[in-house]
């Protein structure tokens, strides 16, 4: 994961990582200065380390141009409240763009999906990713009962698994701020499905998150990673962009090892329970991420906020 500093006047949300290396700003300091922590891996601070993550410039592409066109604010989503213009627009259920292939839905920041300092936690975050990924399902008419799953899938005891994500934040909303949230899909090689995600500002359009993930299929009953054949994968296809470049690219940068028997800072007593399930009867992959937040010192949290992250999940973790 990779953070930038915040004001020293504002408390930061939480961050972490399980095996990521950290880039830092320093929040005060005119020259640069390296230190490193060990929390389930190294912490760099580094002046210059987040160089790269300056903000992506608009991706020319017939995708991204559509989204724009398509889900700009007009003139009459507007209503006057106090005689002060405000935007009604929070379909509960999203809608289907461009004959299915783009998904879109609002959101409004609750007060319980914030941290001590009025922003959208992280948690809250991924679960807005999720859930416009499975609304996306449901309303092209190819959810079964599965988690994600089409009937095909259903069928042959296929469920969709995360392998990899990746999050770059410009901006945190706050509470009550409305956003809008845009997924799209296409293949991935041949076994991978990849969605990618838009998140702005309703009322201005400004971009403030930018997010992609790569999921595999696997065999619900042997726990073993399956072959998405052309046949599993024809129901899918109403809904899946046959061209697209990816939004973000994943962070080429290998994964720093673990060496937990050196590190400086070590949360023990750690026991998945049933509240940390999900229906695929693994841990929530957004629940993982809350042990790797938790596991980060007050002193850290309290200086830096988290700007970008990229996970691997490389093994299932089941109730105790």
């Known amino acids: 994961m990779i953070i930038k500093s915040t004001s020293p006047f504002k408390v930061a949300l939480p961050f972490g990582s399980g095996k990521n290396k950290l880039n830092f700003t320093p929040a005060s300091s005119g020259r640069e200065k390296i230190k490193r922590y060990k929390i389930a891996c190294s912490f760099q601070i580094n002046g210059t380390g987040i160089s790269s993550l300056s903000p992506i410039e608009s991706q020319k592409n017939e ?121 799209w899909k296409y293949m991935s090689g041949r076994k991978g499905l990849r969605g990618d995600w838009l998140i702005r500002d309703f009322n201005t359009g400004k971009t403030l998150i930018r997010a992609t993930s790569l999921y595999a299929m696997m065999n619900k009953k042997t726990r073993k990673f399956a072959k998405a054949s052309e046949e599993i994968m024809g129901g899918m296809k109403p809904i899946m962009l046959r061209y697209c470049d990816p939004l973000l690219n994943r962070d080429g940068r290998k994964l720093l090892q673990l060496d937990a028997d050196k590190a400086d800072y070590i949360r023990s007593g750690l026991n998945p329970g049933w509240t940390d399930m999900d229906v695929n009867q693994h841990v929530s992959h957004i629940k993982l991420v809350n042990y790797i937040l938790e596991g980060v010192p007050s002193s850290i949290v309290k200086s830096y906020e988290l700007c970008a992250m990229t996970l691997e999940y490389r093994k299932e973790c089941s109730a105790g």
Not at 113 to 124: A, H, L, W, Y
Not at 151 to 176: F, G, N, Q, R
Request: proline letters at 3%; aromatic letters at 10%; hydrophobic letters at 40%.
């Open 63 to 183: 995708t991204l141009e559509n989204i724009n066109q398509l889900s700009a604010p007009t003139m009459e989503n507007w209503e006057l409240i106090n005689g002060k213009p405000l935007i009604n627009a929070e379909p509960s259920t999203g809608r289907l763009l461009k004959d299915g292939l783009i998904f879109q839905q609002n959101f409004t920041v609750r007060s319980y999906e914030i941290g001590s300092d009025f922003k959208i936690s992280i948690e809250s975050l991924m679960n807005y990713l999720q859930e416009t990924s499975l609304n996306h399902l449901r309303s092209a008419g190819i959810l079964t009962d599965g988690f994600g799953s089409t009937l095909e899938m259903t069928e042959k005891d296929l469920i969709w698994v995360a392998c990899w994500s990746h999050t770059e934040v410009d901006h945190y909303p706050s509470w009550a701020d409305v956003v809008q949230v845009d997924v």
